[in-house]
Protein backbone atom coordinates (compact mmCIF):
# COMPACT_ATOMS: atom_id res chain seq x y z
CA UNK A 1 0.00 0.00 0.00
CA UNK A 2 0.95 4.00 -0.82
CA UNK A 3 2.82 5.08 2.55
CA UNK A 4 1.00 9.24 2.35
CA UNK A 5 -1.36 10.51 -0.39
CA UNK A 6 -0.14 10.75 -3.97
CA UNK A 7 -2.19 13.19 -6.58
CA UNK A 8 -3.52 17.09 -5.87
CA UNK A 9 -1.60 18.45 -3.20
CA UNK A 10 -0.35 15.27 -2.09
CA UNK A 11 3.34 14.15 -0.65
CA UNK A 12 4.11 12.16 -3.53
CA UNK A 13 6.25 10.43 -2.64
CA UNK A 14 7.57 8.62 -6.24
CA UNK A 15 7.45 4.67 -4.72
CA UNK A 16 4.10 5.40 -3.72
CA UNK A 17 3.43 7.56 -6.99
CA UNK A 18 4.69 4.42 -9.01
CA UNK A 19 2.07 2.07 -7.03
CA UNK A 20 -0.79 4.40 -8.09
CA UNK A 21 0.15 4.84 -11.53
CA UNK A 22 0.51 1.09 -12.30
CA UNK A 23 -2.71 0.47 -10.38
CA UNK A 24 -4.28 3.10 -12.25
CA UNK A 25 -3.04 1.52 -15.63
CA UNK A 26 -4.06 -2.05 -14.26
CA UNK A 27 -8.06 -0.53 -14.46
CA UNK A 28 -7.82 1.87 -17.63
CA UNK A 29 -10.20 1.99 -20.05
CA UNK A 30 -7.30 2.91 -22.65
CA UNK A 31 -4.62 0.41 -22.40
CA UNK A 32 -2.97 1.45 -25.48
CA UNK A 33 -2.30 4.82 -24.09
CA UNK A 34 -0.76 3.99 -20.43
CA UNK A 35 0.42 6.79 -18.06
CA UNK A 36 4.19 6.78 -17.62
CA UNK A 37 4.98 5.35 -14.73
CA UNK A 38 7.66 7.26 -13.87
CA UNK A 39 7.20 8.48 -9.88
CA UNK A 40 6.18 12.11 -11.12
CA UNK A 41 2.86 13.49 -9.90
CA UNK A 42 1.96 15.24 -13.20
CA UNK A 43 -1.06 16.69 -14.74
CA UNK A 44 -2.06 13.64 -16.22
CA UNK A 45 -1.80 11.78 -13.15
CA UNK A 46 -3.82 13.79 -11.23
CA UNK A 47 -6.71 13.63 -14.10
CA UNK A 48 -6.36 9.91 -14.00
CA UNK A 49 -7.06 9.23 -10.61
CA UNK A 50 -10.27 12.17 -11.25
CA UNK A 51 -11.28 10.05 -13.66
CA UNK A 52 -11.25 7.27 -12.03
CA UNK A 53 -12.96 8.77 -8.92
CA UNK A 54 -15.34 9.93 -11.09
CA UNK A 55 -15.90 6.63 -13.24
CA UNK A 56 -15.50 3.63 -10.83
CA UNK A 57 -16.59 5.36 -7.51
CA UNK A 58 -19.18 7.66 -8.57
CA UNK A 59 -17.69 11.13 -6.76
CA UNK A 60 -19.57 13.82 -7.40
CA UNK A 61 -16.58 15.89 -6.64
CA UNK A 62 -12.97 14.52 -7.64
CA UNK A 63 -9.91 15.70 -5.47
CA UNK A 64 -7.57 13.60 -7.69
CA UNK A 65 -5.74 12.69 -4.25
CA UNK A 66 -5.48 9.42 -3.24
CA UNK A 67 -4.87 8.72 0.59
CA UNK A 68 -3.86 5.59 2.76
CA UNK A 69 -6.28 2.91 3.37
CA UNK A 70 -9.26 6.04 1.52
CA UNK A 71 -11.82 5.00 -1.03
CA UNK A 72 -9.73 5.67 -3.64
CA UNK A 73 -7.05 3.25 -2.76
CA UNK A 74 -9.51 0.27 -1.43
CA UNK A 75 -10.81 0.35 -5.46
CA UNK A 76 -7.94 0.66 -6.56
CA UNK A 77 -6.17 -1.96 -4.75
CA UNK A 78 -8.87 -4.08 -3.24
CA UNK A 79 -6.16 -6.75 -2.37
CA UNK A 80 -2.44 -5.65 -0.96
CA UNK A 81 -0.82 -5.27 -4.52
CA UNK A 82 3.44 -5.88 -4.77
CA UNK A 83 4.73 -2.53 -4.94
CA UNK A 84 6.43 -2.66 -8.51
CA UNK A 85 9.52 -1.11 -10.09
CA UNK A 86 9.40 2.14 -12.21
CA UNK A 87 11.32 0.50 -14.70
CA UNK A 88 11.04 -3.55 -15.06
CA UNK A 89 14.35 -5.50 -14.04
CA UNK A 90 14.83 -7.53 -16.67
CA UNK A 91 17.51 -6.27 -19.85
CA UNK A 92 16.31 -4.28 -22.91
CA UNK A 93 15.60 -6.50 -25.67
CA UNK A 94 18.92 -6.53 -27.66
CA UNK A 95 17.70 -6.14 -31.10
CA UNK A 96 15.51 -2.30 -29.38
CA UNK A 97 18.88 -1.64 -28.39
CA UNK A 98 20.60 -2.29 -31.35
CA UNK A 99 17.78 -0.45 -33.44
CA UNK A 100 18.34 2.83 -30.97
CA UNK A 101 21.97 2.34 -31.32
CA UNK A 102 21.66 2.50 -35.30
CA UNK A 103 19.49 5.10 -35.48
CA UNK A 104 22.14 7.30 -33.40
CA UNK A 105 24.83 6.18 -35.71
CA UNK A 106 22.74 7.74 -38.58
CA UNK A 107 21.04 10.56 -36.74
CA UNK A 108 23.26 11.52 -33.62
CA UNK A 109 19.63 11.04 -31.40
CA UNK A 110 20.99 9.84 -28.30
CA UNK A 111 19.93 6.15 -28.09
CA UNK A 112 19.25 6.92 -24.81
CA UNK A 113 16.33 9.51 -25.87
CA UNK A 114 15.11 6.59 -28.55
CA UNK A 115 14.96 3.62 -25.44
CA UNK A 116 13.52 5.73 -22.90
CA UNK A 117 10.39 7.03 -25.20
CA UNK A 118 10.50 3.46 -26.44
CA UNK A 119 10.12 2.57 -22.27
CA UNK A 120 7.62 5.67 -21.83
CA UNK A 121 5.36 5.52 -25.15
CA UNK A 122 4.48 1.86 -25.60
CA UNK A 123 5.79 0.36 -21.56
CA UNK A 124 8.72 -1.24 -23.58
CA UNK A 125 6.76 -2.47 -26.41
CA UNK A 126 3.95 -4.01 -24.47
CA UNK A 127 1.08 -1.05 -25.77
CA UNK A 128 1.49 0.14 -29.37
CA UNK A 129 -1.39 0.69 -31.67
CA UNK A 130 -2.43 -2.84 -33.05
CA UNK A 131 -0.77 -4.03 -36.02
CA UNK A 132 1.36 -0.54 -35.95
CA UNK A 133 5.24 -1.42 -35.07
CA UNK A 134 4.62 1.86 -34.18
CA UNK A 135 6.00 1.86 -29.92
CA UNK A 136 6.75 5.84 -30.02
CA UNK A 137 3.22 7.34 -31.20
CA UNK A 138 4.12 8.75 -34.39
CA UNK A 139 1.41 10.50 -36.06
CA UNK A 140 0.95 9.61 -39.88
CA UNK A 141 0.27 12.27 -42.64
CA UNK A 142 -2.35 12.21 -45.05
CA UNK A 143 -0.53 9.30 -47.97
CA UNK A 144 1.60 7.21 -45.06
CA UNK A 145 0.57 4.17 -43.97
CA UNK A 146 -1.85 4.22 -40.63
CA UNK A 147 -3.81 2.71 -38.18
CA UNK A 148 -6.87 4.35 -35.66
CA UNK A 149 -6.09 4.58 -31.96
CA UNK A 150 -7.61 6.36 -29.22
CA UNK A 151 -4.65 8.12 -27.40
CA UNK A 152 -4.63 10.87 -24.19
CA UNK A 153 -3.58 14.45 -24.94
CA UNK A 154 -3.56 17.56 -23.10
CA UNK A 155 -5.19 20.18 -24.57
CA UNK A 156 -5.29 23.93 -22.38
CA UNK A 157 -4.27 21.91 -19.66
CA UNK A 158 -6.82 18.97 -19.40
CA UNK A 159 -6.35 15.50 -20.09
CA UNK A 160 -8.80 14.72 -22.97
CA UNK A 161 -9.07 11.29 -25.73
CA UNK A 162 -8.85 11.78 -29.08
CA UNK A 163 -9.20 9.32 -31.48
CA UNK A 164 -5.78 9.36 -33.67
CA UNK A 165 -4.13 8.08 -37.14
CA UNK A 166 -0.68 6.51 -35.72
CA UNK A 167 2.41 5.53 -38.63
CA UNK A 168 2.18 1.85 -39.44
CA UNK A 169 5.49 0.47 -40.12
CA UNK A 170 7.29 -2.69 -41.45
CA UNK A 171 9.32 -3.57 -38.45
CA UNK A 172 10.26 -1.94 -35.45
CA UNK A 173 13.31 -0.90 -36.79
CA UNK A 174 11.68 0.99 -39.05
CA UNK A 175 10.53 2.57 -36.52
CA UNK A 176 13.36 3.00 -34.64
CA UNK A 177 15.16 5.03 -37.78
CA UNK A 178 11.83 7.12 -38.60
CA UNK A 179 11.65 8.20 -35.26
CA UNK A 180 15.43 9.53 -35.13
CA UNK A 181 14.67 11.15 -38.49
CA UNK A 182 11.85 12.81 -37.60
CA UNK A 183 13.97 13.98 -34.75
CA UNK A 184 16.90 14.94 -36.74
CA UNK A 185 15.22 16.51 -39.51
CA UNK A 186 12.02 17.91 -38.26
CA UNK A 187 12.21 21.67 -37.78
CA UNK A 188 10.59 21.84 -34.39
CA UNK A 189 13.16 19.47 -32.20
CA UNK A 190 16.15 21.72 -33.46
CA UNK A 191 16.57 23.28 -30.01
CA UNK A 192 16.62 19.44 -29.10
CA UNK A 193 19.09 18.40 -31.92
CA UNK A 194 21.52 21.21 -30.24
CA UNK A 195 21.77 19.07 -26.77
CA UNK A 196 22.99 16.04 -28.61
CA UNK A 197 25.50 15.70 -26.28
CA UNK A 198 23.99 16.33 -23.37
CA UNK A 199 20.54 13.93 -23.09
CA UNK A 200 19.03 15.25 -20.22
CA UNK A 201 18.70 18.47 -21.73
CA UNK A 202 17.75 16.67 -24.95
CA UNK A 203 14.78 15.38 -23.05
CA UNK A 204 13.67 19.04 -21.40
CA UNK A 205 13.44 20.42 -25.37
CA UNK A 206 11.16 17.96 -26.15
CA UNK A 207 8.79 18.71 -23.42
CA UNK A 208 5.41 20.34 -24.72
CA UNK A 209 7.11 19.32 -28.68
CA UNK A 210 7.49 15.60 -28.88
CA UNK A 211 4.15 15.41 -26.39
CA UNK A 212 1.48 17.38 -24.68
CA UNK A 213 2.61 16.45 -21.09
CA UNK A 214 4.15 19.03 -19.02
CA UNK A 215 5.82 16.54 -17.31
CA UNK A 216 7.43 15.07 -20.70
CA UNK A 217 10.73 15.29 -20.39
CA UNK A 218 11.19 14.71 -16.58
CA UNK A 219 9.95 11.46 -17.49
CA UNK A 220 12.25 10.47 -19.62
CA UNK A 221 15.09 11.86 -17.56
CA UNK A 222 13.53 9.74 -14.86
CA UNK A 223 14.12 6.37 -16.88
CA UNK A 224 17.28 7.31 -18.02
CA UNK A 225 18.31 8.20 -14.81
CA UNK A 226 16.64 4.80 -13.30
CA UNK A 227 18.11 2.17 -15.69
CA UNK A 228 21.01 4.05 -16.66
CA UNK A 229 20.07 4.01 -20.70
CA UNK A 230 23.35 6.65 -21.07
CA UNK A 231 25.28 3.69 -21.39
CA UNK A 232 23.86 2.47 -23.88
CA UNK A 233 24.96 5.46 -26.00
CA UNK A 234 27.43 5.60 -29.22
CA UNK A 235 29.27 7.47 -31.38
CA UNK A 236 27.10 9.01 -34.07
Not at 202 to 223: C, H, N, R, S
Request: proline share 9%.
Amino acid sequence: MITATVGEAGVNRPADVRLVQTLLNDRSEDPASPLPVDGVCGPITVASIRHFQARTLGFCRQDGLVAPGGATMRALAPVTPQVPAAIPAEPLPAAIVAAAQAAQRASGVPACISLAQWILESGRGAHMPPESNNPFGIKATANQPCVYARTREVVDGKSLFIEARFRKFGSIGEAFAAHARLLADFPPYRPAMAEVGNPDAFAEKLTGVYATDPQYGAALIAIMRGSNLYSYDVAA
